[in-house]
């Protein structure tokens, strides 16, 4: 099972870019790297997810290097609505949508 | 389109007790996940249904746990007899498909308490 380890917490201020990054070592070669973001009282939500280089939506960018053994969330210009948790997630290559949750990354935002 | 919702948004009962809590996940969504937190601890996977099936039930706790899906739709995780570890965060979570390439839909979770 590919076990990530990210930051516990992350401070960063309005419209700073935040970049937290995930190492997963043991991750297999049909795993894919999802990140989601959760806010309080409510269910973790999709963000971006990738399987190698960059991948970018409207929300963030997401950096895998060649080895796959790391990636790093990008956050462009953050505002005290991102301040959330931020969760590395990396699938089993059985397929099943079993996600192993690890602690994720408390980002708060500060004005 | 409606999200993943799920009834009641908070439950409390006493040890001893049943509970019954309601996932509806996206319509169209053939899986369907079950994960809860309980406190101070990461979210963990229960089990996953494929339509009507159960696809992995690896991470029920134990047999106090019955999740069913009749009909594939909507789906029903039954705790009985409630213990007071079994307190915590208990979310649903659909996709249209499997692999983790698919994107996962979360609802906002059933927030069990039990004293």
């Known amino acids: 099972l590919a076990k990530t380890t990210q930051p516990i917490s992350m401070d960063s201020y309005e419209g700073q870019e935040v970049n937290i990054t995930c190492s997963h070592n043991n991750i297999a070669t049909n795993d894919y790297i999802t990140w989601y973001q959760q806010f309080p009282s409510q269910g973790p939500r999709f963000i971006i997810q990738g399987y190698k280089t960059k991948v970018t939506n409207e929300v963030a960018s997401l950096f895998i290097p060649a080895d796959r053994k790391s990636s790093t969330l990008s956050l462009p210009r953050v505002s005290l609505s991102d301040t959330a948790v931020y969760y590395c997630?990396?699938?089993?290559?059985?397929?099943?949508?079993?996600?192993?949750f690890g602690t994720g990354t408390r980002l708060k935002v500060l004005a | 389109e409606a999200g993943v919702t799920q009834f009641p948004s908070h439950s409390v009962i006493e040890k001893g007790q049943t509970v019954t809590l309601r996932c509806d996940p996206i319509s169209g969504h053939d899986n369907l996940y079950w994960y809860r937190r309980v406190m101070g601890k990461e979210i963990k996977f229960l089990l996953h249904f494929v339509k009507e099936s159960k696809q992995d039930e690896s991470g029920m706790p134990n047999n106090r746990f019955l999740a069913e899906r009749t009909g594939g739709t909507y789906s029903t995780l039954k705790v009985q007899p409630a213990e007071l570890e079994d307190s915590g965060v208990y979310f649903c979570a659909s996709s249209q498909g499997q692999g983790m390439n698919t994107e996962a839909f979360f609802g906002q979770g059933t927030r069990l308490t039990v004293v």
């Open positions: 997630l990396v699938g089993e290559v059985s397929g099943t949508y079993k996600y192993i």
